[in-house]
C-alpha cells in the first residue's frame, strides 16, 4: 500500500470551500493570503520600480490541461523569464492559468475598490536565481512571481482564440492537448505594461504557499462574451454529473478576498 497521504479534494463551494480550506492547508489561514481588493486610495507610489523585463519567445511548446480546477498552459521553455520592476531576481514562466465566473459580472480574484472583473489571467513565474526548481520555489517566500490581468467582456481578443480553439480537447477533466503553434503569451496582456500594483501575497488556492508577488496589471483586458463562454465550457470532472445527468461545468473557480493584515499594495504609477 503506498505511504504517500491522500491528496485532500477541495473546491470552490460547500463543505471544501474556501472557508474549510484552512482545515487541511493550514497555511491558507496565513496573514498574507491572496486574493485581496485592491483600495485605490490607499495605495502607494513607489518610484524606485525599474521597467518590467518580460521576455518570452513564441517558439515554446506547451501543453494545456484542465486540472478540474482551472485549464493550465503549462510552459517548459527557459527562454520565457520576467526580471525588473518591483523583482530583485529573474524568474522563469511556469504555466497560466485564469479564474472566471458563471456570468460576466463576476470572476477575478483580486478586486478594485471592490470591483469585481469577469476573469483574471495569471501568468506564474518562479525565481531561477535562488531555486534549483519550481516545486522548491512554489513553497518559499519570494519564490513565485505571478502577472495579473483583469478580463471584461467586450471586444474580441484574437489572441485568446489559440488557446480556446483548444478547449475542446480539454473539456473533461485530466483532458490535455498539446499546443505547439506559435503562440506568445505575452499577446496576452495588456498594452501598457508599466502601470501596475503590486504586493506579497500567496498562492489563491491550496496549499496556498505565502510565496508569491503580485504584479498586477492597471489596464484591463477586454475579451468577447462569446469567449468567456468558452471559459465556461470545461467540465469539472468526468465522473461527477448533476441529477439530471447533464456536466457539471466549471465556474466561479475565484477565491474570496482576504485580509490585507497591514500590508501595503505599491503603485508604479502616480
Ligand atoms: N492561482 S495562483 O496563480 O496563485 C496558483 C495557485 C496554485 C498553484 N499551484 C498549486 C500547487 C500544487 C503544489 C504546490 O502548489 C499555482 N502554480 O503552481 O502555478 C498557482
Ligand atoms: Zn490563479
Redesign the pocket.
Known amino acids: 500500500k503506498s505511504h504517500e497521504s491522500k491528496p485532500v479534494a477541495w473546491g470552490y463551494e460547500g463543505d471544501i470551500g474556501p472557508c474549510n480550506w484552512h482545515k487541511y492547508f493550514p497555511k491558507a489561514g496565513g496573514k498574507r493570503q491572496?486574493p485581496i481588493d485592491i483600495d485605490t486610495s490607499a495605495t502607494q507610489y513607489d518610484g524606485s520600480f525599474k521597467p518590467l523585463r518580460i521576455h518570452y519567445d513564441s517558439h515554446m511548446c506547451s501543453s494545456l490541461t484542465n486540472n478540474g480546477h482551472?485549464f493550465?498552459m503549462s510552459v517548459n521553455s527557459d527562454q520565457c523569464n520576467l526580471s525588473g520592476g518591483p523583482l530583485e531576481d529573474k524568474y522563469r514562466l511556469?504555466?497560466f492559468?485564469c479564474?472566471w465566473g458563471s456570468d460576466d459580472t463576476k470572476g477575478s480574484?483580486h478586486t478594485v475598490d471592490g470591483h469585481q472583473y469577469a476573469a483574471e489571467l495569471?501568468l506564474?513565474h518562479w525565481n531561477t536565481d535562488k531555486f534549483k526548481s519550481?516545486?522548491e520555489a512554489?513553497?518559499k517566500n519570494q519564490g513565485?512571481a505571478?502577472l495579473t490581468a483583469f478580463i471584461k467582456a467586450g471586444k474580441e481578443h484574437r489572441g485568446w482564440n489559440h488557446v480556446l480553439s483548444h478547449f475542446k480537447d480539454i473539456k473533461k477533466v485530466q483532458g490535455t492537448s498539446t499546443v505547439n503553434e506559435d503562440f506568445n503569451p505575452k499577446c496576452l496582456l495588456p498594452e501598457n505594461q508599466t502601470d501596475y500594483w503590486t504586493y506579497e501575497g500567496?498562492?489563491?488556492?491550496?496549499?496556498c504557499?505565502e510565496s508569491?508577488r503580485f504584479i498586477i496589471f492597471k489596464e484591463v483586458v477586454e475579451v468577447s462574451s462569446e469567449q468567456l463562454a468558452q471559459f465556461r465550457s470545461l467540465c469539472v470532472c468526468s465522473s461527477r454529473k448533476r441529477d439530471t445527468g447533464e456536466d457539471e461545468h466549471l465556474v466561479d473557480n475565484f477565491r474570496p478576498i482576504q485580509p490585507l493584515n497591514g500590508r501595503v499594495v505599491k503603485a508604479s504609477f502616480q
Open positions: 491572496s482551472t493550465c511556469l504555466q492559468h479564474h480574484e495569471h506564474v519550481a516545486d512554489i513553497e513565485i505571478v500567496s498562492l489563491t488556492t491550496p496549499p504557499h508569491v
